[in-house]
């Protein structure tokens, strides 16, 4: 006879205890342990595998297993192809993670209809509205097509079912937290129906060669709802970034086994749906100050693309014992960090000052390059001296004051000379071994002594 069985599984690890506690002894998080019902005495499910059905798995010699070059389904949205390495594979899972209201849906069902607009089949399953409101926003976007299928539904054996009766080529579920499984009698959203969809969805994916979209909500951290090991079965993690009363949206891809991770695409939001932006260094820069002190420019690095980004600085005398240090879109600790390399190193008195840093246009930078350029914008706002308003920076920054080398300066470089800017500062150990572009001048420093002095004095 089955019998019910409860536990306790945590949200974020997946660490499993027969009693709920505050603090998970897996991870150390608190609050995260959910209480998990589960039926024993039934007949356990068919476990997971990647082999078609009715076969059997064998161990091949590592020498002897052919390798072929993934084939890759173009969508009409570059920066899409982009952030997925190139396209989408058939038979990968990808997860796309965001804030409420920022744009989910909307850029997935813009997605399906490029891809049935190229005689693909396209299963759209939506488990958070009907099918009349998935119909008015696909009006809004102006969305019609014939191989486009709409179903709403939440079960995960019809879902099975309508995938075995329309044979899809592309797959999206809107969203994974609503999709459950009958043999499983946890509610909807929890650590034990998220992974057990998830399994046999990527079951369905490799043996039938489909490729299948998941949206996945978020917590109030940002991290996606749910067990982590969600992220760690699917093959691509996407998450789309970006203010809800802005019109900017970024898509970051944070996993992914067919391309780099890191990779960065950037969209703009209207009312007939999302647009991609082909130059994001001139929507970054479009507003900036020139000749403000405390505003530098950046050539940064997101992936493989190079983009520049304005960094701000305002450095005022503080009324407090202890002086203030906020950041946004760059790590705090690495600003405090710098700070005290421009006392040790250079003689400025900031111990009596407030600093407030943000990287302008809601890009987050957590590369080593930016070191040089958030150092000049603290320098320039305390002495109150601006940058030449045409010059780049790009460089890290160590204790002694040195300045190190980057990864793919000349790229960082071309992208500064193509809009327009006159003088690039960079590693003097980076000068040397490729040619710089006509139009701009290259200057090398090998301390941060020596870059304020050729940007704030020379």
Known sequence: MAKKKSKFMCNSCGYESAKWMGKCPGCGEWNTMVEDVTITGKQPRKSFTHTPEGSQAKATPLVKVETLEETRVMTKMRELNRVLGGGVVPGSMVLIGGDPGIGKSTLLLQVSSQLAETKNKVLYISGEESVKQTKLRADRLSVTSEELLIYAETNLESIHHAIEQVSPDFVI????????????????????????????????????????????????????AGPRILEHMVDTVLYFEGERHHTYRILRAVKNRFG???????????????????????????????????????????????????????????????????????????????????????????????????????????????????????????????????????????????VRRVSRIEQRVQEAAKLGFKRVIIPENNIGGWTFPDGIEVIGVSNVAEALKKTLEG
């Open 173 to 224: 579920i809107d969203s994974i937290q609503t999709v459950y499984h009958p043999e499983v009698t946890s509610a909807p959203g929890s650590v034990t129906q998220v992974r057990e969809c998830t399994a046999e969805l990527m079951r369905i994916a490799k043996t039938k060669n489909i490729a299948i979209f998941l949206v996945g909500h978020v917590t109030k951290e940002g991290s996606i």
């Open 260 to 402: 780099s991770t890191n990779e960065m695409g950037i969209f703009e939001m209207r009312e007939e749906g999302l647009r991609e932006v082909e130059n994001p260094s001139e929507i970054f820069l479009e507003e900036r100050s020139q000749g403000a002190a405390g505003s530098t420019v950046v050539a940064s690095m997101e992936g493989t693309r190079p983009i520049l980004v304005e960094i701000q600085a305002l450095v005022t005398p503080t009324s407090f014992n202890n002086p203030r240090r906020m950041a946004t879109g760059i790590d705090q600790n690495r600003v405090s960090l710098l700070m005290a390399v421009l006392e040790k190193r250079v003689g400025l008195m900031l111990q009596t000052q407030d600093a407030y840093l943000k990287v302008a246009g809601g890009v987050k930078l957590d590369e080593p390059a930016v070191d040089l350029a958030v150092l000049v914008s603290i320098a320039s706002s305390y002495r109150d001296q601006p940058p030449k308003p045409f010059d780049c920076m790009v460089g890290e920054v160590g204790l002694t004051g040195e």
